[in-house]
């Protein structure tokens, strides 16, 4: 009987698990198919306690207890700490339980090429950028008679939906621009606003939360994306909009200027109504406006496919356990 190869094991730890359906859950549900060939990948929203390699934990705040409890435990052992958005945008100024998690992680990773930037001097050492990724797919064909832009995006403060709400009322729906939105109203009171816009606005469709599928659709299909937050760790749904021939139209904000590079044609200032109203109309009417901003994305394109963000992940581990095998069992 051959014997079985060992594979080390890695506790991946996301505060986010399927029925958040948000950019924290893709990111752990691909990252445990893509280290599942070479390691044994436990999906945990909080470790257990159970023996691992390596803890991989998103969110310097949010995964803290686990992030601590490893630390007690396994000082010698890897930990890696994946800064999501939130935590390195806010969090790590302000907070001391997640500055207590920038000082126990051995690797940080960030997300799009910006990010390391924001950690304090003494812990930039620890930065690796791991782009995340989807598959390609094929750019639609797509009318010009009118323009449809696409907010994805839970409805919370972070995300900044009013900037898109107050667009959306901007422009009248004569100019033939539709603004459709997907999200759960995780506020319910911006998720009140999104429902007396569709109400009154005939040009607006609040479509509430969507699979992955559905909205990946949806991205295809659209002509812009609109991300208009306010801080980002390096939004998922830029990276499934250029890898699906959808240019994007975004605030000018580090998380995605990391992504889309500083040379983009298409931001807008946080919170900058007039601006995206603006560009909206430009994308509308100047199809060579258009066809620029998705020429700049396909350049983009990439630094988000699968194999380039499977290969960077598994040298991360593969190299951290590589240092650090004498103190494993």
Avoid at 201 to 222: F, K, N, V
Wanted: aromatic fraction near 6%.
């Amino acid at each position: 009987m051959s014997k079985v190869p060992y594979k080390p094991t890695v506790c991946l730890v996301t505060p986010a698990l399927a029925d958040a359906n948000n950019g924290n859950w893709q990111t752990a549900r691909r990252w445990t198919n893509m280290l599942a060939a070479k390691y044994t990948v436990r999906l945990l929203p909080k470790w257990d306690g159970e023996p691992a390699n390596l803890l991989i934990a998103l969110h310097a705040k949010k995964s803290a207890e686990s992030i601590d409890a490893w630390s007690q435990r396994y000082p010698a052992r890897p930990l890696v700490l994946v800064m999501t958005g939130t935590d390195l945008y806010r969090d790590i100024a302000v907070d001391a339980i997640a500055q207590r998690s920038l000082a126990q992680a051995h690797q940080i990773i960030v997300l799009q090429e910006l990010g390391g930037l924001a950690l304090p001097a003494a812990v930039r050492h620890k930065a690796v950028v791991c782009f995340q990724s989807a598959p390609t797919r094929r750019a639609r064909v797509k009318t010009t008679h009118h323009l449809r832009a696409l907010m994805v995006g839970h409805l919370r403060e972070e995300k900044s939906p009013e900037t898109f709400f107050a667009a959306a009322r901007l422009l009248t729906p004569h100019q033939e621009i539709f603004f459709d939105h997907v999200g759960a109203p995780l506020d319910p009171a911006l998720g009140a606003q999104a429902q007396r816009l569709q109400d009154e606005c005939p040009h607006y469709r609040w479509l509430g939360s969507q699979t992955h599928a559905a909205t990946r659709e949806r991205i295809a299909r659209a002509h812009v994306l609109v991300q208009p937050s306010r801080l980002e760790g390096g939004a998922h749904v830029v990276l499934e909009a250029v890898t699906s021939g959808t240019p994007v139209l975004a605030s000018r904000v580090d998380g995605n200027v990391g992504m889309l590079g500083a040379d983009y044609a298409g931001y807008f200032d946080w919170n900058d109504v007039t601006a995206l109203a603006q560009l909206l109309k430009r994308c509308h009417e100047d199809r060579n406006f258009l066809m620029q901003l998705s020429k700049q994305c396909a350049e983009r394109a990439f630094l988000f496919a699968p194999e380039r963000e499977q290969s960077t992940l598994r040298n991360i581990v593969a190299e951290l356990l590589q240092d650090m095998k004498s103190h494993f069992a």
